[in-house]
């Protein structure tokens, strides 16, 4: 309420003072020139026509730096001048007024805005970095209304600038050389006629970097590569590798150093590389270049392992993507030489062991591929070479075969009239030479054999000479029982044969296999005494009978080449069966009957006939049969009938007994 009271009283105030004081024409507005140039000699001048008595006081506003216009003189009276002493784009606008000072007039000051000198917005990129081929834009900002005109240095024509032009500034950098090109120029704001300062631009063109052609490189896969690149100096080298497969990243910057892997076929790969140039932060690539690296590779395919035997031949034919085949040999034991190139063929060769080789196949023309197999050569079968035999009819013949370990012999006889089978196996022929009327001579041939491998086959000869016409004879050969000690007689032999020197002897022995290493009786006839203490019962003896030189102690030189042997019968001797009365009765009743016990002695079944007598006259008889070595049979009077005499004594007998093998009357 104060306030407005107040203000009231100052409106009363000056209408009251208005009224009173005589009132001065209007003042007129400033007059001169809109715009503040820079740069010119003469500075502008500024009015108020018809101003003389307003006394006027000008003062000046600049934003935002007030010291960058004055004025020339004093800032009093009619006229001023205005002078402008900073550099362009140190204002942005300038307000001109003019205050009257004498109270006639208006006390309000007459204004004008003038326009500072053409400038550039402080955002100007005055200086650039570019590569060669880069357009280059140099889009000039000011106030609203400004021109731009340009010119280029002879160093900005260089780099591709037009020597002169308005608007925007835009050409194609150039640089057509290997290091860094500078070039520049100025540019110049106008507004109407009034010239801003000209500041510069400048531009600085790197080098597009030139990379020169690798050439293409093809190795095999397992080998090192090295590729170096050359260029414009100072630039650097990155790379793409469309194909993993030859080792290589699918990316990567200079120079390409590793060592490739083995490839089992060609690999190739296009290598792109890009040249690269950097200066002050600025990176200009070159053009790309492309080239190959190729991975040879070459593969065998893996040969089966064999096993074989001494002198088998072995032939291998190796195959795969190799333009040829290289190979080695770890053991030339086996017939292979230690190396050697293409396919396999030789015979094996054997030795007493087992011999084994691994083979390692290497393609060409790159061999990194290689494959390995064994050649395994079982053991050589051999047989030592036996000598030549020559003997005697009726002698034996023994020939040891030996050889390699672990060796089954075979033979075969060209002639069985010596009495050798056709064939036959073992480390032993044996065999007793026939009696032969006329000599008669085998050729024996033996194959070793050693697991599945046959050795060479040896031969050899066995003769059988017909030495003397020493001959035993023939016994009967039936075979004979001989029940308890007797005398057991033998027929003569047939058909024997002495020397004027030889003796023919009988033996009787207890080893079918060794008859005259078992002799039991030696006798000049074939009566032989079977005898308890020096032979046993049950017991199987045998008879044979020889013919010989006779040696000083009465025997038959059996190592004579004329000693002749037949072999008679097989003869079982028995012990003789007995048969007693166990507790015989002494008395029987009549009508009455009385148990009678047998004891036996000898081999079950027992047979036996048993019989009762009185006065001579026989009353009763039986058979009877026992499988064990007691038997009780009931005796009864009645079965004697009516001719029994009461009284008298009953004679009670065995008249036929044997056991299993013999009897009483043997």
Not at 44 to 72: E, G, H, K, R
Request: negative net charge; charged residues 10%.
């Amino acid at each position: 309420m104060n306030i407005r009271l107040h203000a009231s009283c100052i409106f009363l105030f000056f209408i009251v003072w208005s009224t009173l004081t005589a009132q001065c024409p209007p003042l007129g507005p400033i007059v001169g020139p809109p715009q503040l140039c820079g740069n010119v000699p003469n500075p502008n001048t500024y009015s108020i026509p018809n101003s003389t008595d307003a006394a006027l006081i000008w003062t000046i506003t600049v934003d935002p730096n007030p010291n960058s216009v004055q004025f020339v003189g004093p800032p009093t009276g009619q006229t001023v001048t205005l002078q402008w002493w900073g550099p362009a784009g140190w204002a942005d606008l300038i307000q001109l007024c003019a205050t009257p000072n004498n109270p006639c007039y208006d006390p309000t000051p007459i204004c004008m805005d003038i326009i500072p000198p053409p400038h550039l917005d402080i955002d100007f990129p005055d200086h650039q970095i570019v590569c060669e081929g880069d357009e280059v834009v140099f889009e000039w900002q000011g106030p609203q209304g400004q021109t731009y005109t340009w010119t280029s240095l002879a160093n900005g024509m260089a780099v591709g600038a037009p020597a002169s032009g308005s608007g925007d500034l835009i050409f194609t950098a150039q640089n057509p050389f290997d290091t860094p090109l500078y070039g520049g120029g100025h540019v110049t704001a106008w507004m109407g006629g009034c010239r801003g300062t000209s500041p510069a631009w400048s531009v600085l063109v790197n080098p597009k970097p030139k990379i020169n052609q690798p050439p293409n490189i093809a190795v095999c896969g397992g080998t090192p590569v090295s590729v170096t690149f050359s260029g414009t100096p100072a630039a650097t080298f990155s790379w793409t590798n469309d194909n993993l497969a030859i080792g290589l990243p699918a990316s990567g910057s200079g120079h390409i150093n590793y060592t490739s892997p083995k490839v089992p076929a060609p690999q190739t790969a296009t290598i792109t590389v890009t040249p690269q140039y950097t200066n002050q932060g600025v990176t200009c690539p070159g053009d790309p270049v492309t080239f190959q690296i190729t991975l040879n590779g070459s593969v065998v395919d893996a040969p089966p392992n064999i096993t074989v035997c001494p002198g088998d031949p072995v032939s291998i034919a190796f195959s795969g993507t190799g333009n040829s085949y290289t190979w080695t040999n770890s053991n030339p034991a086996v017939g292979l030489p230690a190396n050697g190139s293409g396919d396999l063929s030789f015979s094996a060769q054997g030795a007493p062991l087992q011999q084994m080789a691994t083979i390692t196949v290497m393609p060409q023309p790159c061999p990194f591929a290689s494959q390995t197999f064994n050649i395994t050569v079982l053991p050589a079968a051999f047989v030592n070479q036996p000598d030549n035999v020559t003997v005697c009819g009726g002698q034996p013949v023994a020939v040891f075969l030996n050889g390699s370990l672990a060796t089954t012999f075979n033979w075969t006889n060209s002639n069985p009239a010596i009495g050798l089978p056709a064939s036959g196996s073992g480390s032993l022929i044996a065999f007793t030479a026939p009696n032969l009327p006329a000599t008669q001579t085998a050729t024996v041939t033996v194959t070793p054999m050693r697991g599945a491998c046959t050795g060479e086959p040896v031969t050899f000869q066995i003769t059988v000479q017909k030495c003397c016409a020493t001959d035993a004879g023939t016994l009967d050969t039936a075979a004979v029982a001989v029940c308890g000690p007797k005398m057991v007689a033998l027929a003569l032999p047939g058909n024997h044969h002495l020397e004027p020197n030889d003796t023919i002897r009988f033996i009787l022995y207890s080893n079918p296999a060794n008859p005259l290493g078992s002799i039991v009786q030696y006798s000049d006839t074939l009566f032989f005494p079977f005898l308890p203490g020096t032979m046993h019962f049950d017991s199987i003896y045998y008879v044979a009978v020889i013919a010989g030189p006779l040696l000083p102690n009465d025997s038959i030189n059996a190592a004579a080449a004329c000693f002749s042997m037949f072999k008679g019968p097989k003869i079982t001797w028995r012990q003789k069966p007995s048969i007693t009365v166990g507790s015989p009765p002494e008395a029987v009743c009549r009508d009455g009957c009385v148990d009678v016990q047998f004891d036996f002695t000898g081999t079950p079944p027992f047979q036996f006939t048993w019989l009762v007598a009185q006065n001579g006259q026989i009353l009763f008889s039986k058979n009877e049969t026992s499988a064990s070595f007691q038997m009780l049979v009931t005796l009864c009077t009645a079965d004697f009938g009516s001719s029994l005499d009461v009284g008298s004594s009953l004679n009670f007998q065995v008249n036929f007994f044997q056991d299993k093998f013999c009897g009483c009357g043997d």
